[in-house]
């Protein structure tokens, strides 16, 4: 038997944080949307119906909050980054992407974001 993927989507994940390296930014939190990407091999999941066979992402997310409401980044690209190592450090975790936006960062853009990538290789 194959391989059965999963792709597990958290979309518009709202938190708070210090983001950005003006004075202002570095003194009042901002707004920020979080959206994952997370894919694993759920062959075993899909036989057990088990959470221990599953990429637990109530537990990943629990995470991903306390880290980016617990800390201050200057830029979009670390914060991304440091939610893309936690997430690989779920061992079932194969690939993943993550998009921030900071919303109203540009006076005429809606929001800016960032997306990193991981595969496990």
Known sequence: ?????????????RLRTFIGFNEEEKTKKQDVIVNIRLCYDASNAVVSD??????NYKVLTKKI?????????????????????????????????????????????DSVSVEMNYQRL
């Open 50 to 55: 088990s959470v221990d066979d599953a990429c």
């Open 65 to 109: 909050i306390a880290l980016v409401e617990e800390r201050s980044f200057d830029l979009l690209e670390k914060m991304a980054g440091d939610i893309i190592s936690m997430i690989a450090s779920a061992e079932k975790v194969l690939e993943a992407s993550v998009e921030i936006d900071k919303p109203h960062a540009l006076r005429f853009a």
């Open 1 to 13: 038997m194959s391989a059965q993927m999963a792709t597990i989507h958290i979309k518009n994940l």
